[in-house]
């Protein structure tokens, strides 16, 4: 069983930065494709990011492309979202989660490798969620 923590989350000013972090205590997390999606309110659950366990390939949503950058510290046993330039429109609450398979995160969209929009349905590992709000 992987226990996904997430961390980081607050207010911040539009243009401001946060770094949210996921966690998996007990667990190698390098073993394990990670990827950041979000929920805003009345909204469904959005791709934003997603990176590889065995090379860390990234891929971002068109929305974040830019200004956010996932990473990974594997002596901190932790996946990071560095989130800057942000815009209200930002605002929502942000979920880790993990697979073995890299592939669960992604599909193809005119000829290109893409991180799904929709989380797939038989994705089981996820964190509680963190909230960030952008807002000044």
């Known amino acids: 069983q992987v226990q996904l923590v997430e961390s980081g989350g607050g207010l911040v000013q539009p243009g401001g930065s946060l770094r949210l972090s996921c966690a998996a205590p007990g667990v190698t997390l390098d073993a394990y494709a990670i990827g950041w999606f979000r929920q805003a309110p009345g909204k469904e659950r959005e791709g934003v990011s997603c990176i590889s366990n065995l090379d860390n390939t990234a891929y971002y949503s068109d929305s974040v492309k830019g200004r956010f950058t996932i990473s990974r510290d594997n002596a901190k046993n932790t996946v990071y979202l560095q989130m800057d330039s942000l815009k209200p429109e930002d605002t929502a609450v942000y979920y880790c989660?993990?697979?073995?398979?890299?592939?669960?995160?992604?599909?193809?969209?005119?000829?290109?490798?893409?991180?799904?929009?929709?989380?797939?349905?038989?994705?089981?590992?996820w964190g509680q969620g963190t909230q960030v709000t952008v807002s000044s």
């Open positions: 989660a993990a697979d073995v398979l890299f592939s669960q995160f992604l599909t193809v969209r005119r000829n290109s490798v893409v991180m799904l929009t929709t989380p797939a349905d038989d994705l089981n590992y």
